[in-house]
């Protein structure tokens, strides 16, 4: 089979809706370099850079409260920094480039996706979002 390994995708396959972030940018760690005390940072097995952990909500409305929130991997050499909040907004938007995802079977047997990122920024556009109709949101 030609596909293997990470699946590019575009952000607005992964998240049609937006996504706002609503956690802190953390390292992931290495668990099996990592021992009593002494925290080791993953890294991409590909890319041998360091892995960081961001949550983000789905702004998707019809997702139930327990899938909204996921977290998203970023690659990169050093922790990535947020978009800075906007006025009048309780959670950052954003949008991330370089996303591919990873299936897997997670513990209760079910397909679940890894998602995996090359860079966070601020989203590009203001415009409105259309609705599954076509039709600008207002």
């Given amino acids: 089979m030609a596909l293997q390994g990470p699946i590019p995708v575009s ?49 998707d409305p019809t997702l139930k409260p327990a899938q909204k929130t996921v ?5 990169a050499s050093a922790q990535p920094v947020p978009p800075a ?12 480039d370089g996303v591919s995802v990873t299936p897997y079977v997670n513990g209760n047997g079910r397909l679940a996706y890894s998602i995996r990122v090359r860079e966070m ?11 599954p109709a076509g039709k600008e949101n207002i």
């Fill in 121 to 131: 920024r601020a989203p590009r556009s203001t415009s409105p979002k259309t609705n």
């Fill in 11 to 59: 952000f607005d396959m992964v998240f049609p809706h937006g996504c706002y972030v609503v956690g802190e940018v953390e390292p992931v760690k290495d668990f099996d370099a990592s021992t009593n005390g002494r925290f080791v940072q993953a890294r991409d097995k590909q890319t041998r850079e360091p892995v960081w952990q961001v949550a983000v909500m789905d702004a």
């Fill in 71 to 75: 977290a998203v991997k970023i690659l």
């Fill in 85 to 96: 909040p906007m006025a009048g907004l309780p959670f950052t938007p954003v949008e991330f």
